[in-house]
C-alpha cells in the first residue's frame, strides 16, 4: 500500500452524478463552452506490460463511467487548445489511428492538493503508481502511473481502446517565497473540499477555486510559471501525448512527424532543442508552445494566460528486443517511463520565453 489513498465510492457517486446532470451554463462558469466534437478515430496507449498482464475485473463494471471522464476531459481540452485540436486533424491522414501516450496533469503540494488529489480517481479504477521524478531547479516532483490491464478486441479505439499513462506534477510550495505561498494557500484554503474533486474538476472544466486577482497572477508567474499556470487552469489536463510510433504513416518518425508539424506552420517547444532525447536515446519527446486565452480575473482585468500543448513521444524498442521482426514488436517490447531530462524541458511549453519566441 502506498501513501496515496484510496477515494471512497461516495467520490464516484458524485462525480456520476455531476457529470450527467450538468447543465451547459455550468460550463460558461470558468470556461468557454462546449462544442460538438467531430469524431476521431483515437487509441489510447498504454505502457504494454499492463496489456500482457493479469485481467484487472475489479474495473469491468466501472468501465463505461472511467471512459466517459476521460472524454470528457479531453473534450474540454480539445475545445480550450484549438493548436491541438488542428495537429490531431492533420495527423489523422487517411484515417490514421491517434494513440495516445500519457495525459498529463499539473497540481499544488500543499493541503492535500498535490498529486493524491488527482491521482486518487485513477487509482480507483486500477492505475499503479510506478515512478517518481524530481525537478529541483523548477521545484517540482512527479509520479507517473501505469493503466490496470483491461484486455480488449482487436480494432477498439478512442476512449475505448487502451488506457493510457498518467503523468502527475506538484509545485513544491514550501519552497517558494513567502508572498507566493500565502497566495496559493488562500486559494486552495479557501476551496473548501474541492481537492477531493479534482478528477470531477477536470472533466467539468471548473476551478475549485474562485478566479484569481490579477497582481497575484503576476506575482506567481514572476516566481514560477508552472504555479501560475496552475492558479487559472486548475486540475485541467496540462497536455496529452500522441504515441507516435503507433502511427501507420511516414510521421510515425519523430524527427518526420516535427517537421511536418513547423512545416505547417506550428511553433514548437525549442528549449533544449526541438527534439528531446533520452541519455539512452530510446525516448524522444517534442511539443508545441501552448496556446493562450482570455482569463477574466476577479478585479476585473481580462488578460492572456497560457493554456494547454499537444506533446510526441516515440518510445523505441529495447536493445533485447531489436531483432525481433516489426510486426511482432508490442508496446512492452518498447522503452516505457519517463525521463527526467526530457520532461524537464517539456513543461517550459507554457513559459512566456516559450510563448513569445519568434518563429525562425
Given amino acids: 500500500m502506498t501513501s496515496l489513498t484510496i477515494i471512497s465510492k461516495s467520490h464516484s457517486l458524485i462525480l456520476r452524478s455531476s457529470l450527467h446532470s450538468l447543465s451547459s451554463s455550468h460550463r460558461h462558469r470558468n470556461f468557454i463552452s462546449l462544442p460538438t466534437l467531430k469524431p476521431r478515430n483515437l487509441c489510447m496507449i498504454s505502457a504494454s506490460k499492463s496489456h500482457n498482464g493479469p485481467h484487472d475485473s475489479s474495473f469491468q463494471g466501472a468501465q463505461s463511467f472511467f471512459r466517459s471522464v476521460l472524454a470528457s476531459m479531453e473534450e474540454i481540452y480539445l475545445d480550450r487548445n484549438p493548436t491541438a485540436k488542428a495537429i490531431l486533424d492533420l495527423v489523422s491522414v487517411d484515417n490514421d ?4 501516450d500519457h495525459f498529463a496533469f499539473r497540481t499544488f503540494g500543499v493541503n492535500g492538493y498535490g498529486i493524491d488529489s488527482m491521482a ?4 480507483d479504477y486500477g492505475y499503479t503508481p510506478r515512478d517518481e521524478l524530481r525537478f529541483p531547479a523548477k521545484k517540482l516532483r512527479a509520479l507517473w502511473f501505469s493503466p490496470p490491464g483491461i484486455p480488449l478486441a482487436d480494432g477498439n479505439s478512442g476512449v475505448n481502446g487502451p488506457l493510457p499513462r498518467i503523468f502527475i506534477s506538484e509545485l513544491l510550495v514550501d519552497q517558494m517565497s513567502p508572498q507566493t505561498q500565502e497566495i496559493i494557500k488562500k486559494y486552495t484554503e479557501s476551496s473548501g473540499s474541492g481537492n477531493k474533486y479534482a478528477a470531477l474538476a477536470s472533466s467539468l472544466g471548473l476551478l475549485t477555486w474562485e478566479k484569481p486577482l490579477y497582481p497575484e497572477f503576476q506575482q506567481l508567474a514572476r516566481e514560477s510559471e508552472y504555479a501560475a499556470w496552475t492558479l487559472v487552469n486548475g486540475y485541467a489536463l496540462n497536455h496529452v501525448t500522441i504515441s507516435t510510433h503507433q ?3 511516414h510521421l510515425r518518425s519523430a524527427k518526420t512527424l516535427n517537421e511536418f508539424i513547423e512545416g505547417s506552420g506550428f511553433k514548437l517547444n525549442s528549449e533544449g532543442g526541438v527534439l528531446k532525447v533520452s541519455p539512452d536515446g530510446l525516448l524522444r519527446q517534442s511539443s508545441t508552445v501552448a496556446d493562450s486565452i482570455p ?7 481580462t488578460e492572456s494566460v497560457p493554456c494547454s500543448y499537444i506533446e510526441f513521444a516515440e518510445r523505441l524498442v529495447l536493445p533485447q528486443y531489436e531483432n525481433l521482426p516489426e ?13 527526467v531530462g ?9 513559459s512566456k520565453e516559450q510563448l513569445t519566441r519568434r518563429v525562425a
Fill in 120 to 123: 486518487r480517481f485513477f487509482l
Fill in 295 to 301: 482569463f477574466h480575473f476577479s478585479d476585473g482585468v
Fill in 342 to 350: 526530457n520532461a524537464d524541458k517539456i513543461f517550459d511549453s507554457t
Fill in 97 to 100: 489511428q491517434i494513440c495516445y
Fill in 327 to 339: 510486426k511482432e514488436v508490442q508496446e512492452f517490447h518498447r522503452r516505457d517511463g519517463f525521463e
Fill in 247 to 249: 502511427l501507420k504513416s
